[in-house]
C-alpha cells in the first residue's frame, strides 16, 4: 500500500520515532477509526493556522492577528531581560518554575564545532539586530550545557560584545541538579556547586 | 492554544508516546512548515480510506474494491494452516522470514486471566466461524509467549475442539532465540530447546 | 594507600566490576570490619582448596581426594548423552531445569573468528579425547547462540567427525523463548519457532 | 561445596553486586588460579591492618601509626572550612575537583524521614564535637540532593545552631549539571540555576 509507506516515512521524521516504531503508528492509525483520523487530520492543519512565529523571539504562538506574541506584548515582564534558549518547549519549563519574568529569543539550533548550521537555522543574525533595537541590559543563555550549547554561546557573546559592548552575558548557574549523588558529580559541576554554594 | 492541547493529547494515544514527546511532536510540526503538514494530514485521510481489514483475516490491506485481502487472495497459499497472530504487525515479520505460506487470521487483542476482553477486541468468535467455514485443517497459534498469550491459545483452543475436534493446534516451537546465552535462559526455555534440539 | 590500589586493581578484575566499582568495594571492605574481612579472606583460601576441577568433565567441584566430580561419577545419568557448555554456571541451569540425565563437559571458553584461543581456554583436544574414550553416542552443544557459539561448535564439530564419525551432534533448539512477542522476533527465530511447532 | 555457598553469600553483600552475579564472581574465583586467590585474601587482610579511620574526619586512611589522616594534619587546608560528606569515596571527587582546600567531616550516612538511622551510623554527635573543639567557621553540607540528604542537613544543623550558634552553615550550589538540557531540568533547579547565573 503506497499510502502506508508514505506515511510511515513521514512519521518516522517525528523527533523520538524511528522506522519500526513508525509502522507501529501507522498500524495504529488504521486501527482507529475514521472519526479519529479525520480529528487528528484537521487539528494538524488548524494548528499550523492557528500558530505563526512571534516578529520579536520566534515563539510559535496563537498571535490573533497580531504580529507578537502574548510573552513579548505582556507589559509586566521586565524588558531588561533577555534569556535565550535553543527551542519553544524550553520556555514552558522556565514559565512553570515560575522564576523568570523577562522576555525570551528563540535560538532556532545550536552551533557545532565541525560545521556552522545554516544562518536559517540558528538566529544569531535575529538575534543581534533584537538586542541592537531593544533595551535589552542582559542577555542570559539558557543553552544546553554540552560543548554545541557553551560553543553557541561563546561565538555569539563575541558578535554582540562587537555591536554592544555595553549588554551583559550571564550564563544559568551549573552546580548539583536535584538528585544528585557527590560521588557521581564530575569536576567541573563540584567546582561550580562549590563557588555557588549558599 | 486550544489546538495545539487537542492535538498534543491525541498524539499521547499514539502507542510507546507519552504526554512529554507528543508535546515535542507538536512543536516539531508547527515549525515544519505548511507543505509537511499538509501532505501528512492528507495521507492520515487517505491510508484509512485506501486499506480496510479483510473480510477473511481481519488484515488491513487496500483490498481496491475487494472483500479479501491479497494473501487471503492469493491461490497459491496452503489453505490448511491457519496462523493466528494477536495484530497486523506481527504478519510482516513472519512474511519476511519466508517460512510460512499459510494463511492468517488477526486476533486483534489476547484475553488476560482477570478480565475478558470484549468480543469486540479478541475476536474469537470470528476465528471459530472462519475454522467452520474454511478446510483449515491446522491452527497455528503464533501469540507472545506470556501468559496473557498461553491463556488466550488454551481458552480458544478448547472452544474450537468443541467445535471441530480435528483440526490439529500447534504452538511455535519454545527455545533459544538467536543471541541467547546459556547461563542466563530460564528452565522452561532450556526444557523446550532440549527437547527441539537437531 | 599501596593496598588499597593493588586490591581495588585485583577487584577490578572480577567479571562484571569496573574500576569505579571496584573502589566501591574497597570502601565496602574498610568499613565492613576486621570480622568480615577474615572471613572472607579464608573462605577465598579454602574455596580454592576444596574445589578442584574434575578429570573428567573439567566442572569445578568438592572432590574429596577422588579425581572425578559427583555427577560423572553418579551412576544414574545417561553416559550416551554428553553436553558441551562453555562454563560451569551454564550447568547449573541446566540442571535445575531438571530436564537433562546425561554428562557435561566444560569446554572453557569460545573461539572468535578472528582469533583462535590458545588451547589452554577453549579445551577441544580434550573434548576430543574425552569422547574417543567413553561411551558417547550424542554430543549436545550447548553453548551461546552467538556467532561465537556457533563457530565454535561447527568448528570443533568437523574434528569430532574425523575421529568418531559415528557420533550424532546436536544443537539445542532455536525458538521463542519465555516472554518474547512476534513482533519483535527475528527471521532466523521465527522459521526455527515454526519449524519446532508443537 | 559448603565453602563456595558461605563465599557466594559474603559477596552478594557487596555494594551493586546480587546473588546471581556473587554466583559467577566466585566462579571467577574459582578458575583464577590459587596465586591470584592467595594475593587477593592477603590484600583484603592487609587493607584493614593499613587503613584505620581518622580520629578527627573518620576517613579511612593508612594513618602510619598516627591517629589523624593525612588531610586532617596537613597545615596548608584551611581550618576554617568543614566539608560534611556522607561517605569516603565522595571525598576522593572533591579532592580531584581541585577546588576545595578545607577540611572534611564523613558523617557515615544518611537520615531518613521514617526511621533515624542508628547514632553508630550517623555521626551527629560526633560532628557536633568536632565543631566544638575546633575553629570552624563555616559548614559546607556536600550530600546528596535528595530528600534524604536535606533532610539529614537540616535536623543536623538546627544541632549546630544550639550549641554554636555563630558558625555559617552553607549547601553546595544547584544547578544544570554538565550536559544538561533545559527542556528536561526541573523547576528547582531551574529556580537555582536561574539565581546562580553569572
Known amino acids: 500500500m503506497r499510502q502506508v509507506n508514505e506515511l510511515t516515512d513521514l512519521i518516522a521524521?517525528?523527533?523520538g520515532i524511528g522506522p519500526r516504531q513508525a509502522r507501529r503508528v501507522v498500524q495504529f492509525l488504521l486501527s482507529s477509526g475514521s472519526a479519529f483520523r479525520e480529528k487528528l487530520a484537521r487539528l494538524i492543519i488548524e494548528v499550523g493556522q492557528s500558530a505563526s512565529p512571534c516578529a520579536i523571539?520566534?515563539?510559535?504562538?496563537d498571535l490573533?492577528?497580531?504580529?507578537?506574541?502574548?510573552?513579548c506584548s505582556n507589559e509586566s515582564r521586565d524588558r531588561d531581560l533577555l534569556m535565550v534558549v535553543e527551542k519553544d518547549i524550553d520556555i514552558e519549563g522556565i514559565e512553570s518554575s515560575g522564576a523568570y519574568r523577562g522576555l525570551y529569543f528563540?535560538?532556532?539550533?545550536?552551533?557545532?564545532?565541525t560545521e556552522r548550521k545554516s544562518a536559517r537555522i540558528v538566529r544569531t543574525r535575529e538575534l543581534i539586530t533584537h538586542i541592537q533595537n531593544n533595551?535589552?541590559?542582559?542577555?542570559?543563555?539558557?543553552?544546553?550545557?554540552?560543548?554545541e550549547g557553551d560553543y553557541t554561546a561563546r561565538?555569539?557573546?563575541k558578535e554582540i560584545n562587537?555591536?554592544?559592548?555595553?549588554?551583559?552575558?550571564?550564563l544559568l548557574g551549573r552546580g548539583l541538579s536535584v538528585g544528585a549523588e557527590i560521588e557521581y558529580a564530575d569536576s567541573?559541576?563540584?567546582?561550580?556547586?562549590?563557588?555557588?554554594?549558599a
Chains 1, 2, 3, 4 share one sequence.
Do not use: Q, Y
Not at 523571539?57 to 504562538?61: A, L, N, Q, S, V
Not at 528563540?106 to 564545532?113: F, I, R, S
Not at 562587537?162 to 550571564?170: A, E, S
Not at 567541573?188 to 554554594?197: F, G, P, Q, Y
Open 13 to 15: 521524521h517525528f523527533p
Open 57 to 61: 523571539c520566534w515563539r510559535f504562538d
Open 64 to 71: 490573533r492577528g497580531n504580529k507578537i506574541c502574548s510573552i
Open 106 to 113: 528563540v535560538l532556532g539550533g545550536l552551533m557545532t564545532m
Open 135 to 147: 533595551e535589552t541590559s542582559e542577555v542570559i543563555w539558557a543553552l544546553s550545557t554540552t560543548p
Open 155 to 157: 561565538e555569539i557573546m
Open 162 to 170: 562587537t555591536v554592544k559592548p555595553n549588554v551583559t552575558t550571564t
Open 188 to 197: 567541573e559541576t563540584l567546582r561550580s556547586a562549590l563557588k555557588n554554594r
